[in-house]
């Protein structure tokens, strides 16, 4: 067990709402990274934040956006939601400048209907 | 952007077999992980190879790093059910991590 938690586990969300998806970082680890999974795809990267900031963003519509607390939690938010938004999201937290050795949380399943 | 191939993308065996999995690039890796996920959960880290021609062992399992840091693969000797799952390798670009599509393994009892 890596210590990193997210919430909820499941969600099931209309088409056109907006969805906030939280992690809890291990306990040290100061950078969190948020990824897309797809059924049968490898997890997409979305951004990751550091210090509070965004630090990196994939390619990925400004609907996604994310906020870091100071101790180190992270929210990933989605806005306008799309069906094919529906996917496993990842947060993964890591000591950002030692080994970038990432460890995940178990994911939100996001259902859009 | 960088396009990491794996294969095969499905693989199923009977317990006690040995298998190898593959993970190619289209340009040279900076660092490369090996992850393997199980249903329900996020991917564990089993591995990372930095150095071209570099070989890892963890247990049953074999890694190795191309010369070329192009292509890397991953052997499993005397597959378990425990292994079942899905192997995935990723490359680290900046503070970007960009994975491939996964190897989904069964090993059947």
């Known amino acids: 067990e890596t210590g990193v938690t997210q919430s909820p586990t499941h969600l099931i969300k209309t088409r056109g709402q907006q969805v906030t998806l939280r992690c809890s970082s291990q306990s040290g680890h100061n950078t969190v990274s948020w990824y897309q999974q797809a059924l049968g795809q490898g997890p997409q990267f979305i951004f990751q934040?550091?210090?509070?900031?965004?630090?990196g963003r994939g390619n990925f519509p400004p609907r996604f956006s994310g906020l870091q607390f100071p101790n180190y939690s992270s929210e990933l938010n989605v806005n306008a939601l799309e069906l094919d938004d529906s996917a496993l999201y990842l947060c993964?937290?890591?000591?950002?400048?030692?080994?970038?050795?990432?460890?995940f949380g178990p994911g939100t399943r996001l259902t859009v209907t | 952007t960088q396009l990491l191939e794996q294969s095969p993308q499905f693989l199923s065996i009977q317990e006690g077999e040995n298998l190898t999995v593959y993970c190619n690039s289209s340009?040279?890796?900076?660092?490369l992980q090996w992850y393997r996920q199980e249903p329900g959960e996020g991917p564990v880290l089993l591995v990372t190879?930095?150095?071209?021609?570099e070989v890892k062992k963890l247990k049953r399992l074999t890694f190795q790093f191309g010369d070329a840091r192009k292509d890397s693969s991953l052997h499993i000797t005397a597959a378990q059910p425990g292994d079942t799952g899905l192997y995935l390798c990723a490359d680290r670009t900046g503070n970007q991590f960009y994975f491939g599509t996964g190897t989904s393994l069964t090993v059947i009892p």
């Open positions: 993964a937290t890591s000591e950002r400048g030692v080994t970038y050795e990432q460890y």
């Open positions: 340009s040279v890796f900076s660092s």
């Open positions: 190879v930095v150095t071209g021609g």
């Open positions: 934040y550091y210090r509070e900031e965004e630090n």
